[in-house]
């Protein structure tokens, strides 16, 4: 099995629906606000803005790095996270 | 001494207001939206620029070098500056194209661009900006030509323009060689291949290091083999020669001296006895030397059929074992009886238990 963390496994399991941007693997309590301060407030916004990059993992990276200052590790598991979700749900 | 930009834009505000502050320039109180510091950092000191490279041709006379001139002109943030063919007289100023601009450039790269909206445009402009310090789009299809196909979604469709251009690429350019990986492959593919021609890197590029690399292990694992293996006169078809291992002491009969004959009489009414139970000498067997190989049993077959009619043998054979064989004995009866005296403690299932008050004194007795 993968080393996907429970947040993961719980976000890609179902529809994203309304769930916060805090549901999103990798986006803990800091990042979340500084996310939504940025706008981004739900996980939807989040999955726009990775669809418009067109789920390109470098980009997406930087972008989270710009944005929320994410660390390595937290921006691959949020690109892991909203990957998964897309190739589910998309 | 800060490089005045014609865009400072693509500074952030705290490098603005710093870059503001080291020029004396008074800054508003509170914190200001970043355009404030833009208009104020185009004011003071980009007119200042303007100003002092007027006289531009006059190196010496300037007080402060051209470069940052050159630099805010080829490239916002370029440390270095070299005046060579990186400066290109197309506009290299990301940050001034226009959003199909910035895509167009993207795309020379082999980078599709997904839309340069608000949101995106930074990021893009971030992506020219490193390919354009990597060097002129045909040098930098090789290198971004792994990384971009390793994205799944982004790279195949850009597959087919690779190979146009490096075609171009290596009969303009002298190619650099960005990776270490291509120079170790060069002499590798020689080896192997006839023509090496850096023509075709693109599509074959992972094929043929794929193929360099298969070489690679072929030739150390030769190497290897042999060293391990120096006995070559064997020569047989798999290269394997297996050579009998040492029989273990006290398996199947053997004693632990060297010398067959001297344990014999002793060694054969033990063997006897472990042959009589047979099953259970194997278990022990089994029990004290788990790692045996199927040469024991084969070993062992054809030495207790020999001593079972009792002849002695007179086959010398080195015995070893991990266990001294009287304590395997010990520890066979131990189980023996062990499983005896369970199986006496048992009662029998031919009567119903929950039944008649006769059958369960019938039960009572049997015990013990």
């Known amino acids: ?90 | 001494m800060s490089e005045f930009l014609q865009d400072p834009s693509v500074l952030t505000k705290d490098k603005l207001k710093s870059a503001l502050l080291a020029h004396n320039v008074a800054l508003p109180n509170g914190e200001q939206r970043k355009g404030v510091y833009v208009d104020l950092y185009l004011k003071n000191l980009t007119a200042q620029n303007r100003r002092s490279a007027a006289p531009e041709p006059a190196f010496s006379s300037d007080e402060e070098p051209p470069a940052p001139v050159l630099s805010g002109r080829s490239r916002s943030g370029r440390k270095a500056t070299r005046k060579t063919d990186r400066v290109r007289p197309e506009e290299i100023d990301v940050t001034e194209l226009t959003n199909e601009g910035l895509k167009d450039q993207l795309l020379k790269y082999g980078v599709n661009a997904g839309p340069i909206v608000a949101s995106t445009r930074k990021l893009y402009e971030k992506k020219l900006q490193k390919l354009l310090d990597q060097g002129p789009p045909e040098t930098v299809v090789q290198l971004s030509e792994p990384a971009v196909t390793g994205n799944s979604q982004n790279g195949n469709t850009d597959s087919d323009q690779y190979s146009d251009k490096e075609e171009e690429a290596t009969k303009a350019e002298p190619e650099p060689e960005p990776e270490p990986v291509p120079v170790v492959e060069r002499p590798m593919r020689s080896r192997g291949k006839a023509p090496v021609t850096t023509r075709t890197r693109s599509g074959q590029h992972k094929i043929e290091k794929l193929s360099a690399v298969e070489q690679t292990p072929k030739t150390p694992d030769r190497d290897v083999l042999k060293e391990l293996f120096p006995n070559e006169t064997l020569n047989t078809p798999t290269g394997i020669s297996a050579t009998r291992r040492q029989p273990i002491k006290g398996a199947a009969g053997r004693s632990f001296s060297d010398s067959w004959r001297d344990d014999l009489r002793p060694r054969l009414t033990e063997i006897r006895h472990t042959s009589s139970s047979s099953s259970s000498s194997s278990y022990t067997e089994t029990r004290s030397a788990i790692h045996r190989t199927n040469a024991v049993p084969l070993n062992a077959l054809p030495l207790s059929s020999i001593l079972k009619p009792a002849a002695p043998p007179a086959v010398q054979v080195k015995t070893r074992r991990r266990l001294p064989v009287w304590l395997q004995l010990l520890l066979l009866s131990a189980v023996a009886g062990f499983l005896f005296f369970v199986y006496q403690a048992m009662e029998t299932n031919e009567m119903n238990p929950f039944g008649q008050s006769a059958s369960s004194g019938a039960l009572g007795s049997t015990s013990k």
């Open chain 1, 1 to 90: 099995m993968s080393s996907t963390s429970q947040k993961h496994k719980e976000f890609v399991a179902e529809p994203m629906g309304e769930k916060s941007v805090m549901a999103l693997a990798g986006i803990g309590e800091v990042l979340g606000k500084r996310l939504e301060e940025k706008g981004f407030d739900k996980a939807y916004v989040v999955l726009g803005q990775f669809l418009v990059l067109k789920k390109d993992e470098e980009l997406f990276r930087d972008w989270l790095k710009d944005t929320c200052g994410a660390n390595v590790k937290q921006q691959g598991d949020c690109y892991g996270c909203l990957r998964e979700w897309c190739d589910s749900f998309l």
